[in-house]
């Protein structure tokens, strides 16, 4: 077995009747902002975005992300670094979770949520979507 391979981030979904118990054991006291922030990054970043139901997701770094279960692909713009292209749903729910947990990161200065940001980070660098998903975060 490579190193590569034994380094891998796994990603697996959570269960619907899971799903109360994944914001608060990542987040702590900060996860109804963290997910609010989520949606209203989703909101900034697409402007066709719309809302509806969204996947959780845990990875065995001890990360997680959010991502929309619409498997569409969409257009995301960030006017702050120039980005701007296509990706798909997977890829834009962890640019919305990565700008989220910045966002949260920054105003509460809490470890937990920092340490939760270079998690999925670290994640997203082993994506098919990688560079594009790096672009977009830079």
Sequence with gaps: MTTET?????SAVV???LRLNVL???LGR???TGESLVYDWAARLCRTYQ???WHFFTLSNGGFYMAPADSARVHVRWHLNGYSDMMGADAFGIVTTLFALCHLAE???DDTVIGRYHQSREFA?????AANILRAID
């Design 107 to 109: 105003n509460t200065l």
């Design 24 to 26: 608060p054991r990542f």
């Design 51 to 53: 809302g509806g139901l």
């Design 30 to 32: 900060h996860y109804l």
């Design 6 to 10: 034994q380094n891998r981030i796994a």
């Design 125 to 129: 660098t082993q994506h098919m979507e």
């Design 15 to 17: 269960p619907d009747e």
